[in-house]
């Protein structure tokens, strides 16, 4: 059986010195992923055709990773249009597909924001771990888990569609999962370790087992 295909996005920074605009994306996702016996390609930010790409790339699923605000957070900084364009065009596609989409932190906030969710300001939630509650399906065996965010989605601001799988202490949303697309999202980063590694081994290897 060949592996399973990932597309992932990536981070837009914006290089004063150059005026250049790059795309990034931290070199631990490909360890993971390989790990997990995943193929991985870094999606580009400036693609005319996204569906395209995916389709010509045979990618059988997609991660929306973390960095940048949303152009829509009221006073967000280090924010990219063109990247959450490109990653409501790959929604989009997904949803079309119906493939398995998982996004990590910014992934998950954009998930919501395409579901017509909002947001809240938080502070104090970024290096740092945090501790979980309301923990449902695989999140029950979770304790804590990382948190790198200055924005978070409290249950008042759910998308349409989404259920909450996990909750902090402070009853921010920490997990979701789309109601009718295989579509999940956690406001952690994976790809660093924490306590929760193993754990999101499992999750994620489960998530994206060909289908």
């Not at 924005?151 to 569609?161: C, M, P, R, S, V």
Request: glycine share 6%.
């Amino acid at each position: 059986m060949s592996l399973v295909k990932l597309a992932i996005s990536q981070r837009v920074e914006h290089i004063l010195a150059y005026d250049e605009y790059r795309d990034c994306l931290d070199q631990e996702w490909v360890s993971f992923l390989e790990k997990l016996d995943f193929v991985v390609l870094p999606i580009p930010t400036k693609l005319s055709n996204a569906a395209a790409w995916l389709s010509i790339n045979d990618i059988d699923g997609i991660i929306l990773s973390g960095g940048n605000d949303l152009a829509c957070f009221e006073g967000s900084t280090n924010i990219s249009k063109t990247r959450d364009q490109l990653e409501l065009e790959l929604l989009n596609w997904a949803e079309e597909e119906n493939a398995p989409v998982l996004g990590v932190c910014r992934g998950m906030q954009l998930i919501n924001h395409r579901q017509r969710g909002g947001f809240v300001r938080v502070k104090g939630h970024v290096a740092c771990e945090h501790l979980l509650k309301d923990c449902v399906e695989h999140f029950s065996a979770y304790e804590s888990v990382n948190s790198y965010h200055d924005w978070a989605i409290d249950e008042q601001n759910l998308g349409a569609q989404l259920s909450i799988l996990a909750k902090s202490k402070n009853n921010d949303v920490e997990a979701i999962r789309h109601q009718l697309l295989p579509w999940l999202g956690i406001m952690w980063h994976p790809e660093r370790r924490s306590t929760s590694y193993a754990l999101d081994c499992e999750l994620i290897k489960e998530h994206f087992k060909r289908r």
